[in-house]
């Protein structure tokens, strides 16, 4: 059966407000969250000094998914983004699973980073319960994405100018300390990177799991390529964004694991605790605890609203090609989609609720039921491109202003990679209940979208 030619590409009907600076802004604070900040510790403790490694293998395999995403998004930019890819590329079916699986990871996830950051400022104002926090967040960010997409690029920008530069200066304190620099500090040499039962205590099997452990940390680059389509020049301003994002963001991981791991025995990290504090401690760097608790809590808070961004924008991709209520269409005269956030926070404002009745629980099940559908998305993402790639250099070679390298090797490569950490999972006691959860919720949208299709064809 002979393919449709690839549509022409046509302007969005949604404000054109995010300039350059926005969007690589937003692709390096998109995966700079807790997951960096406080989860890290979880992967440190499992692999030891070898949780390098491990940021680095799970790390290549993001780079080399923005890659394909980056290929695809500056020859076709979408608000749908690797949805309208997998439409165009395999069916509608795999358009209305990848997007709509995004989209529940997206709306649990910021439902997850209210509740973490609702804890925190807990911690600050007891006087004010957990929900009530989760409420105040809900509204407040439901408003800043009601306002022009100008405005939300503005607050994003700089929420993710304080989580890169409390980064950079990490990194360059920690640098000075590891030399013995700053005051009162010696160089520490490589005694903690060979002690305490070497480089890697746990074998290469301590490696995997810590790659299992920080893998998830990765997700969120994916946004950039859908607020591409909102800026004035979508194909130019979202290939150099992931060109400048993803090298950046392996820096950053790594080079922080890098310096935590050399100051400090991998075997002193305490559960829950920050291994950024734990060094800002080590080297006197006075109220450590409470500066990082500050910067977590922002990350947060710009976690959640980029992702409320991304899925309104999901949902109004969605409903733009029919797998979506159609009333999700209306567009203020700002150009803002807000029935489409309406539907995205909705889930956030139902986590009220839960952290009301289950404050101690609901963030651990919330994590659970989504804890794999990131994989199942990047797969789709790999699978989208290794069809496209032919078409558009056969049809609009023009638009293949980044490609992917080495195609397409390194794409089924990524692909292998990603079907090797699912089959691991499934051997991880830890890491079990987040691929059941998450292949249910994947199964349940895959027999929506074949029984829609399998009508559609009937009718």
Request: neutral net charge; proline residues 5%.
């Amino acid at each position: 059966m002979s393919q449709a030619p690839l549509p022409d590409l046509a302007p969005e009907p949604l404000g054109h407000g995010l300039k350059q600076r926005h969007l690589t802004m937003l692709g390096l604070g998109g995966v700079i969250g807790a997951g960096l900040f406080v989860g890290s510790g979880a992967g440190i403790t499992i692999a030891g000094p070898a949780i390098v490694f491990s940021y680095l293998l799970a790390g290549s395999l993001a780079m080399l998914v923005m890659r394909m995403l980056g290929e695809m998004s500056a020859a076709m930019p979408a608000s749908g983004s690797f949805s309208v890819h997998a439409e165009r590329a395999l069916g509608r079916w795999a358009g209305f699973s990848a997007g709509w699986l995004y989209w529940f990871l997206l709306v649990v996830v910021l439902a997850v980073e209210a509740t973490a950051a609702a804890k925190i400022a807990n911690g600050w104002v007891p006087g004010i319960a957990q929900w009530a926090w989760v409420l105040i967040f809900m509204v407040v960010f439901t408003v800043s994405n009601l306002a022009a997409v100008r405005n939300f690029g503005e607050f994003e920008f700089w929420f993710a100018a304080l989580k890169v530069s409390a980064i950079v200066l990490f990194l360059v304190l920690s640098t000075l300390a590891i030399f013995g620099v700053l005051p009162d500090t010696d160089p520490v040499g490589l005694a903690n990177l060979t002690g305490h039962g070497g480089f890697a205590p746990a074998g290469f099997s301590g490696v995997i799991a810590g790659m299992l452990a920080v893998i998830f940390a990765f997700g969120g680059l994916e946004v950039v390529t859908i607020a591409a389509a909102e800026s004035d020049d979508p194909a130019r301003s979202v290939a150099r964004a992931v060109r400048s994002a993803v090298w950046r963001i392996l820096f950053f991981y790594v080079g922080s694991m890098i310096v935590i791991v050399t100051l400090l025995p991998w075997d002193s990290m305490e559960p829950g605790r920050s291994p950024y504090v734990a060094v800002l401690d080590s080297i006197g760097i006075p109220g450590a605890g409470q500066i990082m608790n500050i910067v977590v809590f922002v990350a947060l808070l710009s976690a959640l609203n980029a992702n409320l961004y991304g899925s309104s924008r999901m949902v109004f991709s969605l409903a733009e090609r029919g797998e979506a209520p159609t009333s999700l269409l209306t567009v203020s005269a700002g150009g803002v989609p807000r029935r489409a956030v309406f539907a995205s926070v909705a889930f956030g404002f139902v986590s009220v609720v839960l952290n009301l009745l289950w404050p101690d629980t609901v963030f651990l099940y919330m994590l659970n039921a989504v804890g794999a559908v990131l994989l199942f998305v990047w797969a789709l993402i790999a699978v989208s491109q290794l069809r496209l790639r032919r078409r558009i250099e056969r049809e609009m070679p023009e638009r293949l202003t980044l490609r992917m390298w080495c195609f397409p090797y390194l794409t089924w490569a990524a692909l292998a990679g990603m079907a090797a950490v699912l089959v691991l999972m499934l051997f991880d006691d830890s890491a079990r209940p987040q691929l059941l959860w998450s292949g249910g919720a994947a199964a349940v949208v895959l027999l929506v979208a074949w029984a829609r299709e399998l009508r559609a064809r009937r009718g």
